[in-house]
C-alpha cells in the first residue's frame, strides 16, 4: 500500500461533531411522543421475589406501566433465543423470566410514564418483597469448589508440554507464588441506555449503546420472534465501552419489551450505579510456578488460574495462555478453573485474560530474575521466543526485541541498579520496573460497500462501530488511499444494522478485518472505474488490465507511464451520471493458519514511593509497542495513552468492592469506584516500533485496542519493589499495603 | 428522586420562618444535597434557596480576625488575597478538596454540613443508623476501610468527609448562625458531633438555624502550617487521613501548636492535651513522635482501616516537620 493517507497522523474526521455536541448518543437522540423507562433493581443477591406491589406507583398520573415478572408478555424463553455473539456458555439471562433473584441489582421491575422524572419518583414506590436464600460471592473462600466448565468460551488451556511438574521439582531456582486480582467494572463515560421505537406495521427501530448493532438486531430478532429485517439498530457514536457493549444489555431488552407492548417509542437508560449491576472484569486468583537454571533458563512454568463466573454461564478468557506466548520453556502445564457465584456473568473488558494473566505472569518474572540476580530485561531476552509455544507455530513478524531496544534506551534503563531501594530523593523511594505484554491479532470476516457519486464523493460503509478508537477516521484514511482521493471526498458510515456485515467492534480486530474489507471494496471500485475510463475516447487505458493502474492524487494512471492518466472524477462521470457502487466480503487468507500473530508491547516505568506513607506516584513511563502497520499514529498513540492511564488505575486504584454478607458491589459509584484522575498521570511515552507483516491481514496492521494496557500494571508492581523490596501480589496497590 | 416545592428566601427571616416547614431544607450550591436526593438517600419536600440572601461577602472583623460569609463560594475563599496570606493553611485545605468545578459551587456554609460517604449511607438497600436510625450498622462488620478510628460508636463508625472543617478545627474558627430563637455563636470544636447513639445527627445546629458566617480568629499561624491530605489517587477523592497543622514558632522552640485530623472520627479531630505537650519543646521529630502517639491515644481499627492508625501517627510527624521547615508538600 502506498503511503499516503495511512501511517500519517490524521485528526478525527468526527472530533468536531464529537466537541460540539452534534455527535449524538444512543440516549440523546429526541423521539416525539417517547417514553421513558426507568428500571428498580433487586436488593438481595439470591433468593425469590414474594411480591411486587406496583400499585403505588401506577396511581401516579402519567406513569402508563410497570413490568415486572408478573405481567410481562409471554415469548418465547429458550436460550438459544437469547445468546447473543459474545454468550458464553450456559442460560444467558432473561430480564423478568421468573421470581428468581440470581444476582444483587437484578432487574425486577420497568417502571414507564410520560416523563423521565416520573418514571424515576414512581420507581421509588414500587414495593418489592424477597424470600431471600444464602447467597455465595466469595471468590477466595469457594475457591474448593472450582470446577472444570465443561466447555470453555474462549479456546481451552493448552495440553501441557513436557513434564512441568518435574522440571520444577528439579530446577535450581524456583519461584512460587499466588496473586490475587480483583472484580473491575468497566463504567464508560455513556452509560447504556437504548431507545425503542415502535412502528404501526410492527417494524421497530433502535438506537443502542453497543459494539455491534447486529449483534443487538439479531438478538432482539430472536428473543422477540420478529423477523431480522424488521429490526434496524442504530448506534452511530458510542462513549466508550470497553466491552461493556459487546454483549445487548438489559436495558435493551426492556427498551422493546416496552415499546411492544404500550406500541410508543421508550427510552431505558442507566445510572451510574446501575453500570454495576451486569458484567465485570472477573475476580482471579492465580499460581505461577517457575522453575530456572542457573544460567537463567526458564525450565518450569506452571500458571493456573482460578476465576469467578455467574451460576448460568461459564465466563472464562485467556488467562494462562501468555507463558506459551511470551518465554520459551520446554516444560509447561496450565489450568483455568471456575467458581459459580451468585453474580452478574462476568464481560470481556479491555485485554480480557491478558491484563489478568500479564499481571501474574510478568511480576512472576521479575521475582525469578531477582532470584537468580539477572537484570529483568536481560532475563526475558534469555528466554525469547520466536515461535508460539501454545500452537508451535512462527510469529509472522515480532519485534519484541526492538521494543526492549527503543524502550530501554529512551528510558534510560541500562542506568538501573539491580538492588531494591537503591534511589531515593527526599522521602521519596524511586524505582524502575519493567514487563512486556502482547495481544492477538485476529481477522474476522467482515463486509463493506461503497457507493462512488459522480459528484466525486465517496462513501464506504460497514454495520461496525466506533467506540471512540476513531475507526471512522482510520476507515476514511484506508479508502482515501486505496482510492487516490482526498480525506475530504469520503465518508464512513457505521452504526447501522442495515450495513454490510461487520464483526463485533472488539478483540482490537476491527481495523484488520474492517480495515481489509474497505481495501477490498475499493478495490473493486478501482476496476469498475477502470471499466469507466476505456470507454473513453483516446482512453489510454483500452488495453490496461487492473494490475497496470495506480490512483492517486485524485488521477488514475498507468503505473508504468504516469503521464498517461485522467481524473478519477472524468472516469466516474462516464457512467450516465449514475453512481458506481460495489460490495466485498473479506474472510482472512488461508495463509494465515501457518502462523500465530500478536502485537507486542514493552513497558518501562518509574514509581515514587513515600517511605513513610506508602503513597505511589507513576513519574515516568515508557511504552514501546510493535503491532504492524500503524494506520494513524494520532489516534494509535490515543489508545495506547489510554490504555497506559487505565494500567495505572489497575495497578493502584482501581477493585469492585463487595460486601460479601449483602451479596453486593458496595463501591457503585465514580466517587468511589476510582480510576485515575489527570493528576496522577505525569510523563507518558508512547513508541511505535517499525513492524512489517505481510501476513497477518491485508492491511498489515495489528490493532492497537488492548496492547496498551496489559504491561502496563505488572511494570508498576516491579517498580513498587525496586523502590521499596515489597512485592505486593494483591492489586491494587493502596498505600495501606506499603505501610 | 421524590418531588419536592421549591422558594427562594429574599432574606435571612424568610429563610429561617420557611425552613421551619416539616421536611424543608436549605440548599445552597447544592453539590451534596442534590446528589443525595437523587440516590434518595435525602428527601425533603420543601427546598429553601438561600443563594439570593447576601451571605457571600469575606470580610476583616474588628478583632482582626477575618469573617466568611456563609454563601462565599469555596474558591473565592481559597483565592481570597486576605486568606491566602493570613490563613494558608484554610486555603490549602479547601484547595485539597473535589475539583475546580465542585469548589466554584460549593458554599463554606454546604461544606461544613455535606455528610458521610460511607458506602452504605449511599445505597438505601442497606441498614444505616444515620440514613435510617435504628435500622442497623452494615459498616461496623462489613466494608470500613474509609472509616473513622477515633470517637466511634457501636451505632456509626463514619467519618466527616469536609477538609476544610479540618483547617477550621485547628484554626479554632467560630460558626455564626441564627434560628427562630435568634443568633448563636458557636465554636468550632462544638459544631459537629460524635456519634453515639444519635448517629443521624451530624452536627448541633438546629433544624430552624442557618449558617450565616464562619469566623476566623486573628491568629492565623501563616508561617508555619500545612495541610496534609493522604488518598487513593492525587485528586478527586476524599482523605483516609488528613492533618491540619499549624505552629507557631520561636526559632526552634514550639510556642503553639495546632493539629487536627480529618478522615478518622465523626469530626475534626483535636487534642488540646496532646497539642500540649509541644508547648515550649524544640521541633524536633523525636517531641513530633510522642504527639502523634498521644494523638492516636484509644484508637481502635476495624477489620480494612486498622492500618489508618499508623497511617494516622506517621502523617503527623510528617505533617508537623513540613510546617516547621515550610519544604514543598509532598
Ligand atoms: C464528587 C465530589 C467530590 C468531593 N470531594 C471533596 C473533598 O475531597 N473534600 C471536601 O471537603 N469536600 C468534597 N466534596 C464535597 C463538597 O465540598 C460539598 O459538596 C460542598 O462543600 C457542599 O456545599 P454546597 O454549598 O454545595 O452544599 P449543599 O449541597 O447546597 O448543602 C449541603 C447541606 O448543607 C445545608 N446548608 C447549606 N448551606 C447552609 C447554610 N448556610 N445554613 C444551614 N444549612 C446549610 C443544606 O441544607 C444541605 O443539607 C466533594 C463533592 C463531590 C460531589
Ligand atoms: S458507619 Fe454510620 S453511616 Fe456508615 S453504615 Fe454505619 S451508621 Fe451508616
Known amino acids: 500500500m502506498k503511503e499516503n493517507y495511512t501511517g500519517k497522523p490524521a485528526n478525527r474526521v468526527d472530533g468536531r461533531a464529537k466537541v460540539t455536541g452534534e455527535a449524538k448518543y444512543a440516549a440523546e437522540f429526541n423521539v416525539p411522543n417517547l417514553l421513558h423507562g426507568v428500571v428498580v433493581n433487586s436488593a438481595i443477591a439470591k433468593g425469590t421475589i414474594k411480591s411486587i406491589d406496583t400499585s403505588a406507583a401506577l396511581q401516579l398520573a402519567g406513569v402508563v406501566q410497570v413490568f415486572t415478572h408478573e405481567n410481562r408478555p409471554g415469548y418465547t424463553w429458550l436460550d438459544s433465543h437469547y445468546m447473543d455473539e459474545d454468550a458464553p456458555p450456559g442460560s444467558p439471562f432473561r430480564p423478568f423470566y421468573n421470581n428468581q433473584i440470581l444476582f444483587s441489582m437484578q432487574p425486577v421491575a420497568l417502571v414507564v410514564a410520560e416523563s423521565f422524572e416520573l418514571a424515576r419518583y414512581a420507581a421509588l414506590l414500587v414495593k418489592v418483597e424477597y424470600e431471600a436464600q444464602p447467597h455465595e460471592t466469595d471468590l477466595e473462600s469457594n475457591l474448593p469448589r472450582a470446577y472444570t466448565p465443561k466447555k470453555y468460551k474462549s479456546p481451552p488451556p493448552t495440553d501441557p508440554r513436557g513434564d512441568a511438574d518435574t522440571a520444577f521439582a528439579q530446577a535450581t531456582f524456583k519461584v512460587e507464588e499466588a496473586y490475587a486480582h480483583p472484580a473491575h467494572h468497566h463504567n464508560p463515560m455513556e452509560m447504556h441506555a437504548s431507545i425503542a421505537i415502535w412502528h404501526e406495521d410492527g417494524k421497530m427501530t433502535i438506537y443502542d449503546k453497543i459494539q455491534g448493532v447486529q449483534n443487538s438486531q439479531k438478538y432482539i430478532s430472536t428473543a422477540f420472534g420478529i423477523p431480522q429485517e424488521d429490526v434496524q439498530v442504530l448506534s452511530p457514536f458510542v462513549g466508550g465501552a470497553f466491552g461493556s457493549g459487546l454483549r445487548p444489555q438489559y436495558q435493551l431488552f426492556l427498551a422493546v419489551l416496552a415499546a411492544r407492548e404500550l406500541k410508543r417509542a421508550v427510552k431505558v437508560g442507566l445510572t451510574r450505579q446501575q453500570m454495576f449491576s451486569f458484567g465485570h472484569r472477573p475476580a482471579t486468583v492465580q499460581r505461577l510456578a517457575l522453575g530456572a537454571s542457573a544460567e537463567g533458563e526458564l525450565e518450569a512454568v506452571k500458571h493456573d488460574a482460578i476465576a469467578e463466573t455467574s451460576r448460568f454461564e461459564d465466563y472464562n478468557e485467556d488467562v494462562v495462555i501468555w507463558p506459551g506466548v511470551l518465554y520459551d520453556c520446554e516444560n509447561v502445564k496450565v489450568s483455568h478453573q471456575l467458581v459459580d457465584l451468585d453474580v452478574f456473568t462476568p464481560l470481556d473488558m479491555r485485554a480480557p485474560g491478558g491484563v489478568t494473566g500479564t499481571f501474574a505472569l510478568e511480576v512472576a518474572i521479575d521475582e525469578m530474575a531477582y532470584q537468580l540476580g539477572i537484570d529483568p530485561l536481560e532475563f526475558r531476552l534469555k528466554n525469547y521466543t520466536n515461535t508460539d509455544q501454545n500452537k508451535g507455530k512462527p510469529y509472522s513478524s515480532k519485534e519484541l526485541k526492538e521494543c526492549y531496544r527503543q524502550g530501554a534506551e529512551r528510558f534510560g534503563w541500562s542506568k538501573r541498579k539491580m538492588e531494591p531501594r537503591s534511589m531515593k530523593e527526599g522521602h521519596q523511594l524511586i524505582g524502575w520496573g519493567m514487563a512486556n505484554g502482547a495481544w492477538e491479532a485476529k481477522q474476522q470476516e467482515a463486509a463493506a460497500k461503497a457507493v462512488f457519486s459522480p459528484d466525486g464523493k465517496l462513501t464506504v460503509s460497514c454495520a461496525t462501530a466506533d467506540i471512540g478508537t476513531g475507526t471512522y477516521t482510520v476507515m476514511s484514511q484506508i479508502a482515501a488511499e486505496t482510492m487516490g482521493l482526498p480525506l475530504e471526498e469520503v465518508t464512513f458510515k457505521l452504526g447501522d444494522s442495515t450495513l454490510p456485515k461487520s464483526p463485533l467492534e472488539g478483540g482490537s480486530w476491527t481495523v484488520s478485518s474492517v480495515g481489509s474489507a474497505v481495501k477490498l471494496v475499493c478495490e473493486k471500485l478501482q476496476e469498475q472505474l477502470l471499466e469507466q475510463a476505456r470507454k473513453m475516447e483516446n482512453s489510454p487505458f483500452k488495453d490496461a488490465n487492473p494490475e497496470d493502474v495506480s490512483f492517486a492524487e485524485g488521477r488514475m494512471f498507468l503505473t508504468q507511464a504516469p503521464a498517461q492518466s485522467i481524473s478519477i472524477l472524468e472516469a466516474v462521470q462516464q457512467n450516465e451520471g449514475q453512481p458506481l457502487v460495489a460490495e466485498a466480503s473479506q474472510k482472512p487468507d488461508k495463509n494465515q493458519k501457518n502462523y500465530s500473530s500478536y502485537s507486542h508491547s514493552a513497558t518501562f516505568v518509574e514509581v515514587m514511593v513515600d517511605e513513610d506513607l506508602g503513597t505511589v506516584k507513576v513519574t515516568r513511563m515508557v511504552s514501546a509497542i510493535a503491532a504492524g502497520r500503524i494506520i494513524n499514529p494520532k489516534t494509535g498513540r490515543s489508545q495506547i495513552l489510554g490504555g497506559s492511564v487505565w494500567g495505572i488505575g489497575a495497578a493502584l486504584q482501581e477493585h469492585t468492592v463487595m460486601d460479601h454478607r449483602l451479596g453486593r458491589f458496595m463501591n457503585h459509584d465514580l466517587d468511589k469506584y476510582h480510576v485515575p484522575v489527570s493528576a496522577d498521570i505525569h510523563e507518558t511515552d508512547v513508541i511505535f516500533v517499525e513492524e512489517k507483516d505481510e501476513i497477518v491481514n491485508p492491511i498489515g496492521a495489528k490493532g492497537l485496542g488492548e496492547i496498551g494496557i496489559v504491561s502496563i500494571a505488572p511494570a508498576i508492581v516491579n517498580a513498587v519493589f525496586h523502590a521499596t523490596g515489597k512485592r505486593i501480589r494483591e492489586l491494587p496497590i493502596t498505600l495501606d499495603k506499603l505501610l | ?330
Open chain 2, 1 to 330: 428522586m421524590r418531588p419536592f416545592t421549591f422558594t427562594q428566601a429574599p432574606d435571612i427571616a424568610t429563610a429561617v420562618q420557611e425552613v421551619s416547614s416539616d421536611g424543608a431544607k436549605f440548599i445552597a450550591g447544592g453539590t451534596n444535597l442534590l446528589d443525595l436526593m437523587k440516590i434518595d438517600v435525602m428527601r425533603p419536600s420543601h427546598l429553601v434557596d438561600i443563594t439570593q440572601i447576601a451571605l457571600d461577602t469575606i470580610e476583616e472583623t474588628e478583632q482582626g480576625g477575618l469573617r466568611l460569609g456563609a454563601l462565599a463560594k469555596n474558591a473565592d475563599t481559597a483565592y481570597h488575597p486576605l486568606v491566602e496570606a493570613r490563613y494558608p493553611l484554610l486555603s490549602h485545605a479547601i484547595l485539597a478538596g473535589a475539583t475546580a468545578q465542585l469548589r466554584n459551587m460549593a458554599t463554606d456554609g454546604g461544606n461544613l454540613l455535606q455528610r458521610t460517604r460511607c458506602y452504605y449511607f449511599y445505597d438505601t438497600h442497606t441498614p444505616c443508623n444515620k440514613r435510617e436510625p435504628g435500622s442497623g450498622c452494615s459498616a461496623i462488620n462489613g466494608y470500613n476501610r474509609d472509616l473513622a478510628i477515633l470517637g466511634t460508636s457501636e451505632h456509626c463508625i463514619a467519618t466527616h468527609p469536609s477538609d476544610m472543617a479540618v483547617a477550621l478545627a485547628a484554626l479554632e474558627a467560630t460558626v455564626h448562625v441564627t434560628g427562630k430563637n435568634g443568633d448563636r455563636a458557636i465554636p468550632f470544636a462544638d459544631f459537629h458531633r460524635l456519634p453515639g447513639d444519635t448517629p443521624h445527627l451530624d452536627t448541633n445546629l438546629q433544624p430552624d438555624e442557618i449558617i450565616t458566617a464562619i469566623e476566623l480568629p486573628a491568629k492565623g499561624f501563616a508561617q508555619h502550617y500545612t495541610y496534609l491530605k493522604l488518598r487513593d489517587r492525587a485528586s478527586y477523592a476524599f482523605a483516609l487521613v488528613s492533618v491540619a497543622a499549624a505552629l507557631d514558632l520561636d526559632g526552634d522552640s514550639i510556642k503553639e501548636a495546632r493539629i487536627a485530623l480529618g478522615g478518622v472520627a465523626h469530626k475534626p479531630w483535636r487534642v488540646p492535651e496532646a497539642e500540649a505537650l509541644l508547648q515550649g519543646q524544640p521541633a524536633t521529630r523525636e517531641n513530633f513522635r510522642k504527639v502523634a502517639e498521644a494523638y492516636l491515644q484509644g484508637a481502635k481499627g476495624y477489620k480494612d482501616n486498622t492500618f489508618k492508625i499508623e497511617l494516622a501517627n506517621r502523617a503527623i510527624v510528617r505533617a508537623l516537620e513540613q510546617a516547621t521547615k515550610m519544604e514543598a508538600i509532598a
